[in-house]
């Protein structure tokens, strides 16, 4: 059973009143691959919600499983694999849920679980992050923000004619109205630009563009939709060259959503006007890595990041305080959920 929505979203700091614990007892949890920046609000929120958490920084293995040994419920990042193989040993030590800090969950072999008797969850947290991401982005692409600022760091004031566009005169395409999308296109109508919305589920009454039309007519693309079999590389070659010359493509949902190949074969032939990404094909091993000296010039990453017109975020648009609090906040909420502890 997957959920999107499993928990209200709690203010950043505050623990939220939808669990309470009954007096005296505690309820296990190994939250894995856990940043310390989640760890210090881990230690914080979950033994005043009555969970003992068993924190480790190691990502989730067929080495590390042992770590949730007595513990029914595991918490995962969205960086770590689970795989049929780490399913298998979860359940073999007696694990029946996990959670992941995440809205997406195509890093875990759900079905499998499911077979195994395993529950998966996502968590929910502010849209506002990846939405306040997404419209920066937006405004640095058609702003050239990323040659002006480069520029400007070389003590070169020109101008060049790099000519701005005005959100006001573009019309914005957006690819799933879920809470994020809907969180964007609340934004973007305080700019006053024409909206233009699709929706694989069709659950927005305003999604009611096909995708291709929508593509024919934005000038700018941006995707809000989770990385299924379907979805993958929803903007492949053919998709691409149905965008308006000139266009651009907006992603800070899950990278392979985007063919990059394609996308840089457009980039480079001047096709798009060009391309703002929080996520890409390939992100894993490189994003949250320092790579200083070391980066590989021959990657789609390094061949996207050479382009002027290009900017490139680590996948960070879901990282601000108020997200991390609800992340965690509704992982421990989750479990107490799924134990039967939830204060109603």
């Not at 770590?80 to 029946?96: F, I, N």
């Not at 609340?186 to 305003?206: E, K, M, Q, V």
């Not at 990059?260 to 929080?278: F, V």
Request: a negative charge; charged letters at 25%.
């Amino acid at each position: 059973m997957i959920h999107s929505d499993t928990a209200p979203p709690a203010a950043p700091g505050r623990v939220p009143d939808a669990a309470v614990p009954e007096p005296g007892t505690t309820i296990g949890m190994t939250v894995y691959g856990c940043a310390p920046d989640e760890a210090a609000l881990f230690r914080e929120l979950a033994p005043r919600l009555g969970l003992e958490p068993t924190i480790t920084a190691s990502p989730l293995s067929e080495h590390t499983v042992a770590l949730a040994s007595g513990h029914r419920c595991i918490s995962v990042g969205h960086k770590t694999r689970v795989t049929e193989p780490v399913l298998d040993a979860l359940s073999r030590a007696g694990v029946a849920y996990i959670s992941t800090r995440s809205a997406g969950y195509d890093h875990i072999a759900v079905e499998h679980a499911h077979r195994l008797g395993i529950r998966v969850e996502n968590v929910a947290y502010s849209p506002d992050s990846v939405a306040d991401h997404t419209l920066m982005l937006m405004l640095m692409a058609v702003r050239h923000a990323r040659p002006v600022l480069r520029g400007v760091d070389e003590h070169d004031y020109r101008l060049h004619g790099m000519r701005g566009r005005e959100l006001r005169d573009l019309t914005v395409g957006v690819v799933g109205t879920g809470r994020i999308g809907t969180a964007v296109i609340t934004r973007l109508r305080a700019f006053g630009c024409r909206i233009l919305t699709y929706d694989l589920r069709d659950r927005n009454s305003d999604a009611r563009d096909t995708l291709d039309e929508l593509l024919e007519r934005s000038d700018i693309v941006t995707l809000h939709i989770p990385l299924t079999a379907a979805t993958h590389h929803l903007l492949d070659a053919e998709r691409i060259r149905r965008l308006k010359r000139g266009a651009f493509v907006v992603n800070t949902a899950r990278g392979p959503l985007v063919d990059t190949e394609a996308l840089i074969a457009a980039l480079e032939r001047g096709r798009l006007g060009g391309a703002a990404l929080d996520v890409v094909e390939g992100e894993e091993g490189v994003f949250y890595v320092d790579l200083r000296g070391r980066m590989p010039a021959d990657t789609p990453l390094a061949r996207l990041q050479a382009l002027p017109n290009v900017v490139v975020t680590p996948h960070v648009a879901f990282h601000t305080d108020h997200a991390l609090t609800d992340t965690v906040a509704n992982t421990i909420i989750n479990c107490l959920r799924f134990e039967g502890r939830e204060h109603r």
